[in-house]
């Protein structure tokens, strides 16, 4: 059974920064891509972020770049997202899903298999 549990959210201020965590269990973890996914009140949950089973490759929405940072250690099953900069409009819960081996589109939540139950990040102005 595949189990994401994602940790790290909080309220914090604009320009503030956290470390968002997801350590998964129950899967060959360096085999597949993992994506980070976020969800604001009243929005559809849109991509944030995506890294490689080997860390080689990432993407990112163009809303995040420069500020936002997905790593992963395989050794430890977990996936990173480091949040920098942060702005109001990045208040959401955010979450980290598995891609399935399958799919090619690594923006599509649809290309996603497995999810975590989300961590909040709210950012106050």
């Known amino acids: 059974q595949v189990q994401l549990v994602e940790s790290g959210g909080g309220l914090v201020q604009a320009g503030g920064s956290l470390r968002l965590s997801c350590a998964a269990a129950?899967?060959?973890?360096?085999?597949?891509?993992m994506g980070w996914f976020r969800q604001a009140p009243g929005k559809e949950r849109e991509f944030v972020a995506a890294?490689?089973?080997?860390?080689?490759?990432?993407y990112y929405a163009d809303s995040v770049k420069g500020r936002f940072t997905i790593s992963r250690d395989n050794a430890k099953n977990t996936v990173y997202l480091q949040v920098n900069s942060l702005k109001p409009v990045d208040t959401a819960v955010y979450y980290c899903?598995?891609?399935?081996?399958?799919?090619?589109?690594?923006?599509?939540?649809?290309?996603?298999?497995?999810w975590g139950q989300g961590t909040q990040v709210t950012v106050s102005s």
């Open positions: 899903a598995v891609k399935r081996l399958e799919s090619t589109n690594w923006y599509y939540e649809v290309s996603y298999l497995y």
């Open positions: 890294i490689s089973g080997s860390g080689g490759s990432t």
């Open positions: 129950g899967l060959a973890f360096s085999r597949y891509v």
